[in-house]
């Protein structure tokens, strides 16, 4: 099978993660990757395969699904970003392909201050925008507290590993994983069972929650914090990146407001700062007209943004919005909300994974 395949790859280790993209990018083939890679090995090439064989069956008995890059759940936002895995191993029923998703990162030594800033944020996201994801990495301090309180509020949140799936660490939060998992939410990894959290798997894994994420929000991180990564690969990778801002002598709050300073987040205090820098003002109207069935409008006239995302549609097909960010050279809180007035036009329409067609 396919999985057996990638999975053989995967055990190889013999590729950068660049490089392994490249190489799908290239061939547009898994099976032409792992070609390429096992011509380079010098090993028992029967025994990566039984590794392989073992781990599917592991993943088949405890319920992990394997989904590569080329299969329809795999997370469209991830895709095109250059470095990302060509497989996932996922226990959940989470859509990794909601939305609206948003990361919530920053440091294992959360203060009541951050707590609170969570708490208020993530509530007032659910009313605001009912269908938003919360991504965070299952760790101490905000990952957690930003997953709980997602929990809490009914929303579907998503922990990203830094190891396999036959273990949680830290431990303490294992319940908290369960809980996710046979809720609404999921836990995901790149990382092949038996795989240990070395601290280099953390700083790798940032990448997957800062690339299956519309926007990164840091709530607390000291001067060289781990939230600081991923808010840096999330501006690589084009996306929207948000920081609470906190007291200027406090160790916490350094890396936060030494991003705003910086240029590279834009402050926010609330859930409504976060809407209105998205786009997503209106998406209880737009639900609401889908529900109603939006009609088309003959004569539309459109704003110079939305003819460059109609453009795009027309001359490169049905496309993402991170991808959309590309082919049209705009920031995606401009392609979101281009994206949403044109679907209230009856001009585009919404597919799965965020996906846009044009309406001919």
């Given at each position: 099978m396919k999985a057996s395949i990638i999975l053989a790859q995967l055990c190889m280790r013999r590729l950068a993660l660049t490089d392994a993209k490249h190489l799908y990018d290239e061939t547009g083939s898994l099976e032409e990757v792992l070609r390429i890679v096992k011509g380079r090995i010098d090993e028992d090439y029967s025994a990566l395969e039984e590794r392989a064989r073992q781990e599917e069956e592991w993943c088949t008995m405890h319920k992990v699904k394997i989904v590569e890059i080329d299969d329809e759940d795999y997370p469209e936002r991830l895709r095109h970003c250059p470095d990302a895995p060509l497989v996932l191993f996922v226990r959940g029923k989470a859509d990794l392909n909601a939305p609206h998703i948003i990361s919530i990162v920053g440091t294992r030594q959360c203060t009541s201050y951050g707590r609170d800033c969570i708490d208020g944020i993530v509530k007032d996201l659910k009313r605001l925008c009912p269908d938003v994801t919360i991504v965070s990495g299952l760790a101490y301090g905000v990952d957690i507290n930003a997953h709980r309180m997602a929990m809490d509020q009914d929303m579907s949140t998503i922990g990203v590993v830094a190891h396999g799936q036959d273990m949680i660490y830290p431990a303490l939060h294992r319940a908290d994983a369960n809980k996710m998992v046979l809720g609404n939410g999921a836990v995901l990894t790149e990382y092949l069972t038996t795989t240990r959290p070395e601290a280099r798997n953390f700083l790798q894994r940032n990448r997957i929650i800062a690339?299956?994420?519309?926007?990164?929000?840091?709530?607390?991180?000291?001067?060289?914090?781990?939230?600081?990564?991923?808010?840096?690969?999330?501006?690589?990778?084009?996306?929207?990146?948000?920081?609470?801002?906190?007291?200027?002598?406090?160790?916490?709050?350094?890396g936060?407001?030494?991003?705003?300073?910086?240029?590279?987040?834009?402050?926010?205090?609330?859930?409504?700062?976060?809407?209105?820098?998205?786009?997503?003002?209106?998406?209880?109207?737009?639900?609401?007209?889908?529900?109603?069935?939006?009609?088309?409008?003959?004569?539309?006239?459109?704003?110079?943004?939305?003819?460059?995302?109609v453009q795009a549609l027309r001359e490169h097909g049905d496309q993402q919005v991170n991808n959309l960010t590309v082919t049209t050279q705009m920031p995606i809180s401009a392609v979101t909300a281009a994206t949403f007035t044109l679907e209230m036009k009856g001009v585009i329409q919404a597919l799965s994974g965020n996906i846009y067609h044009l309406i001919q």
């Open positions: 690339g299956m994420s519309d926007a990164t929000i840091v709530v607390e991180s000291s001067y060289k914090g781990g939230g600081l990564v991923t808010a840096r690969l999330a501006q690589d990778y084009g996306r929207d990146v948000m920081a609470i801002p906190g007291p200027i002598h406090a160790p916490l709050s350094e936060c407001n030494n991003l705003i300073k910086k240029n590279m987040a834009a402050l926010i205090t609330s859930a409504e700062d976060v809407i209105n820098i998205m786009g997503w003002e209106n998406v209880a109207a737009l639900n609401s007209a889908r529900s109603a069935g939006i009609e088309r409008t003959m004569f539309v006239e459109l704003t110079e943004e939305e003819q460059r995302v």
